[in-house]
């Protein structure tokens, strides 16, 4: 491989074949790092946007569950977000997106919903952003980015998915509040739902319980930490009388599935508390009852992204528990980046809860 070029998959517009791209590997600006790409997974939005299912600019790199290592470093970094020293070689992940510490909505703690927010694998490469997606040999990691190192011991299709499915999860553990001793309800066992499973049990659940139209799914849910498990075809009614007198607390949907999100309000007890994750993209109108959430008290929170004290959490909780949960067995398939086009074909048929991008070579 030439050792001055980078090489990338570049989408276009849904359904047509990824494009080959092949450009200078830059040198940093001091506060930039050039990462070499080591391994990258299809996320369910990566899915929705190369399918039509939202839209996204382009032409543009896809994939932001990116993991690699430092290949260049800017000269005035010297440490990552929680003040590890970083130099070249080590092996990081990142949040999704870049931003200034300075703007208002960081100042008030939602630094996702910056205006000038960059976002890895949702740029188009026409705006001076060549090397801004998973889907590359490389990326260039701009001003702004929380940088954190990694462990070599983790596998590195169970890292991948850090700095989107564990981030948002522990963001949405953050907006839940306390959970020791309280009984979590879980709508959707894929990579997100999963995760809540998991990461609710280390931080104290009483129980969790899944919900999901997947029996397959629902059956490795276990292996997640879930108490319980129930199918989507039953009532509400079917599922509080299988609960057997415990209240549910916590609701976290990863679906967005607007009947499933009805569900959860229904399903909710008093002071009762709705973390939606799930609805990215269109769907029909949610119907909830205004009388059933003032009646029971009940909060619902959303979460889009996640802050970068969230992903510090889901690594943490990854590097104490990925001997306990088998995450690592969640990438049904690999394919090298020269096979994009037939790992999205293998990801988009619903078998395989994510397909990884290998690189490491």
């Known amino acids: 491989m030439n050792n001055t070029k980078a090489t990338a998959k570049i989408f276009h517009k849904p359904n047509q074949a990824f494009e080959d791209f092949e450009t200078n590997i830059p040198n940093p600006a001091a506060d930039e790092i050039v990462v070499k790409i080591t391994y990258t997974t299809i996320c369910t939005s990566d899915l929705h946007t190369y399918y039509g299912r939202r839209n996204s600019p382009s032409p543009s790199i896809l994939g932001h569950e990116i993991i690699g290592k430092i290949a260049k470093l800017g000269d005035s970094i010297t440490s990552d977000y929680n003040g590890q020293p970083i130099g070249e070689g080590d092996l990081i992940t990142w949040s999704v997106y870049a931003f200034s510490p300075e703007n208002p909505m960081a100042k008030i703690g939602i630094p996702q919903k910056s205006p000038d927010l960059f976002k890895y694998g949702h740029q188009s490469i026409l705006n ?15 001003g702004g980015s929380s940088v954190f190192k990694i462990s070599n011991k983790l596998v590195p299709g ?12 522990a963001g949405a553990l953050r907006l839940a509040g306390d959970i020791n001793g309280k009984n979590v309800l879980v709508f959707g066992a894929g990579m997100l739902g999963l995760s809540a499973c998991s990461m609710s049990r280390e931080i104290g659940a009483k129980n969790v319980y899944t919900i999901d139209i997947n029996n397959d799914r629902l059956k490795n849910a276990t292996s997640f930490g879930a108490t319980e498990t129930f199918s989507a075809s039953l009532s509400d009614l079917d599922i509080e009388n299988k609960l057997n007198n415990e209240k549910i607390d916590v609701v976290i949907d990863t679906t967005g599935n607007p009947k499933a999100m009805e569900s959860g309000i229904n399903l909710l007890s008093l002071g009762g508390i709705a973390i939606w994750v799930g609805a990215v993209y269109n769907a029909p109108k949610t119907q909830i009852n205004a009388e059933t959430v ?3 008290i009940i909060s619902i929170k959303g979460l889009h992204n996640y802050t970068p004290t969230d992903l510090g959490t889901a690594i943490n909780f990854l590097a104490s528990c990925h001997h306990k949960y088998p995450f690592k067995k969640l990438v049904g398939k690999e394919f090298p980046l020269k096979k994009l086009d037939e790992a999205f074909e293998a990801a988009n048929s619903g078998k395989y809860y994510r397909i ?3 690189q490491d070579n």
């Open 128 to 142: 001076g952003s060549p090397l801004s997606g998973g889907f590359a040999t490389h990326c260039l990691l701009r």
């Open 158 to 169: 169970e890292a991948a998915p850090l700095n989107c499915t564990h981030a948002t999860i």
């Open 294 to 296: 003032v009646r029971k």
């Open 356 to 358: 990884g991008i290998n």
